[in-house]
Each structure stands twice: as structure tokens, then as C-alpha cells.
């Protein structure tokens, strides 16, 4: 079945530093790709839809100069956390959309667990 | 807008029992319903998903039907196993939120042997 990965599956950095997590979809082409947000015990939270070729669609109450995202390939998307507080320590998740399989059907990656000390 | 509402958990069984976690939802049109599982240290993973009414999702022992008239997707399966501890996420897409995927909160399964 289809894949996504992220990278890196985990990171530790130190407040005030800006840290970058890598989406990629291995096998399909993702002309559309989701960052959620995931806290412990919690449900996940779409933070923006992000499209090949154009600006990212943030969700209400999402600082978009803070989660800079970029959609440079049609396989690969980046989150940027900049200058990281601890309130930003949370489990990432980014999703592609296969369109050959369907409007609705996306694939998950396994998530960036990102603590910011 | 569109939502999920799943029952709480934690929920916790004894190997064999028969399970439902309920889901209802609440949109506009009709949306594709899914359900999602995560294992402890992985990430989401598709468990079924229908796209119409009386649809009926399964996969690995597990089942949901799409009603319609009671705007629900209740997950069940007939004899759960250790190895289904998880937590299960109830879904929808909806084309009038640009099929974007909005997830319910989240329900803690643990099967004990």
C-alpha cells in the first residue's frame, strides 16, 4: 500500500531554534499533503493543508509565520517550526492525499515527536 | 460544523468480548466516514471506512455501518484480541470542508489476556 514517511521521527532542540521535519510520499504523487498536530492522550488537529506549487491554507488560530510550510515536489513537504518554545513539544503528523485512490483517501505518516527544551 | 463524537475512554475487555466503540457524527451532505487505529508508538493507520449509507466497512474482524438516519458509525468486533489494544479515531471527510478529514477525539482500547 501506499507510504509516507517523515523525518526525523524524533527531535530535541533548545528554545529559540527552528527545527525542519521532511513528509514524503514514497510511492504515489501527493499533490496535496496535511500537518496535524497531536498532543498526549489527544486527538489530532489539522494545522494546514499544504499544496504543490502555492501557499499553504492554515488553519483558524494557526500562526503561519511560526509553522512555516513548504510543498516544493509532488512528494515531499516540509514543516518548519520557528524559533521553538516549549509549548510548541508535540507529536506531528503529516498526511498525503492519493487522489488516484480517491478524493477522501489520505496516507499517515508515523509522526515527528518534536520536545523543545 | 462538520464533527465527530466518540464515546470516552478508556475502555478495557477481556480477551474474546465483544466490542463497540460508538461514533455519531454531524455534517452537512454526506460525508466518507473512516475509522483509524494507533498503535502504541505508530502512527495513524486506515481500520475501514465507508462512503454511503448502509455502506458497511470491515477489516481485521471489525465492522461499521453508515446510518444515515441516526448519523452514526459505531465500531464493533466480535471477539477482540490482545494484540487489538490501540486507540481507535472516528472520522469524516466531507466535500463542503474540502475533504478535509476531521477526527473525534479518540477512544483507549486495552484488551487484558
Known amino acids: 500500500g501506499a507510504v509516507v514517511s517523515q523525518h526525523p521521527s524524533r527531535v530535541i532542540c533548545k528554545s529559540g531554534t527552528s527545527v525542519k521535519i521532511e513528509c514524503r510520499s514514497l510511492d504515489f504523487q501527493a499533490t496535496t499533503m496535511f500537518w496535524y498536530r497531536q498532543f498526549p492522550k489527544q486527538s489530532l488537529m489539522l494545522m494546514a493543508t499544504s499544496n504543490e506549487g502555492s501557499k499553504a491554507t492554515y488553519e483558524q488560530g494557526v500562526e503561519k509565520d511560526k509553522f512555516l510550510i513548504n510543498h516544493a515536489s509532488l512528494t515531499l513537504s516540509t514543516l518548519t517550526v520557528t524559533s521553538a518554545h516549549p509549548e510548541d513539544s508535540s507529536f506531528y503528523i503529516c498526511?498525503?492525499?492519493?487522489?488516484?485512490?480517491?478524493?477522501?483517501?489520505?496516507?499517515f505518516g508515523p509522526g515527528t515527536r518534536l520536545l523543545v527544551l | 460544523g462538520d464533527s465527530v463524537t466518540q464515546m470516552e475512554g478508556p475502555v478495557t475487555l477481556s480477551e474474546e468480548a465483544f466490542l463497540t466503540i460508538n461514533c455519531t457524527y454531524t455534517a452537512t451532505g454526506y460525508p466518507s466516514l473512516f475509522w483509524y487505529v494507533q498503535y502504541p508508538g505508530e502512527g495513524l493507520q486506515l481500520l475501514l471506512k465507508?462512503?454511503?449509507?448502509?455502506d458497511k466497512g470491515s477489516n481485521k474482524g471489525f465492522e461499521a455501518t453508515y446510518r444515515k438516519e441516526t448519523t452514526s458509525f459505531h465500531l464493533e468486533k466480535g471477539s477482540v484480541q490482545v494484540s487489538d489494544s490501540a486507540v481507535y479515531f472516528c472520522?469524516?471527510?466531507?466535500?463542503?470542508?474540502?475533504?478535509?478529514?476531521?477526527f473525534g477525539s479518540g477512544t483507549r482500547l486495552s484488551i487484558r489476556p
Open positions: 498526511s498525503a492525499r492519493d487522489l488516484a485512490q480517491g478524493q477522501e483517501t489520505q496516507y
Open positions: 465507508a462512503t454511503k449509507a448502509d
Open positions: 472520522a469524516l471527510a466531507a466535500y463542503s470542508s474540502a475533504s478535509k478529514i476531521i
